[in-house]
């Protein structure tokens, strides 16, 4: 796919004629486009423009699907696809610097929650655990799960692909609940008592 994929005279959309949809494209949608909805929206700054350009992503896409399932990487085709489509229409609407300061801006929250864990001492809470992840999991979950970006924009933010921030959001799951359950566990062994015996303080 060039530059010119999605490049009409004036609007930048893509004009495609009518095609029969097959039934593993409309599973691929319906699994897709609220993510795909959202990643363009996040990088463009306009709820309106993000689901236009995912429209025509999927339009290109439902045109252009077996050569999409022959692709030897179908995840990295279709990002591939999602990606150009958006930063074109960033480029289009001349929305560069704009998306510029948006992601410093995610990046400084990033360095302050950073700060913020780095202070906090003891405890059984959430925060304590999120303090004692690596970096690159401590940042995808509370760009993920907090923050609530998709993990293809948080990818942005981070400068990392997003298979990778996946990998970390689950790898962090998994470390935080051992954490808090583990911390649950003590603390509830800390504060209820053992059985008594029968007979004892007599």
């Not at 004009?15 to 897709?32: G, I, M, N, R, T």
């Not at 399932?69 to 560069?96: C, K, N, S």
């Not at 911390?183 to 504060?191: D, F, G, I």
Request: charged share 25%; with cysteine.
């Amino acid at each position: 796919m060039n530059d010119d994929t999605f490049a009409s005279s004036e609007s930048g959309s893509a004009v495609h004629e009518p095609v029969d949809l097959s039934l593993d494209f409309e599973a691929y949608f319906l699994a897709k486009q609220r993510t795909f909805r959202r990643y363009a929206a996040e990088m463009i700054g306009d709820t309106s423009v993000g689901d236009e350009v995912a429209h025509e992503v999927f339009t290109y896409l439902a045109h252009n699907w077996a050569q999409a399932l022959a692709a030897p990487d179908f995840e990295q085709h279709t990002w591939g696809i999602l990606a150009g489509a958006v930063m074109y229409r960033v480029h289009w609407l001349q929305r560069e610097k704009d998306l510029a300061a948006r992601l410093r801006a995610a990046r400084q929250k990033l360095k302050q929650m950073h700060e913020t864990l780095s202070r906090i001492e003891g405890g059984a809470g959430l925060y304590t655990a999120l303090a004692e992840l690596p970096t690159r999991q401590c940042e995808a979950f509370v760009l993920h799960t907090s923050m609530g970006y998709t993990a293809e924009y948080s990818a942005e933010i981070l400068g990392i692909h997003p298979r990778t921030v996946d990998y970390h959001h689950r790898r962090a799951i998994a470390a935080l609940e051992r954490l808090l359950t583990a911390r649950h566990v003590l603390r509830r062994t800390a504060v209820v008592p053992g059985p008594r015996r029968e007979g004892a303080d007599r």
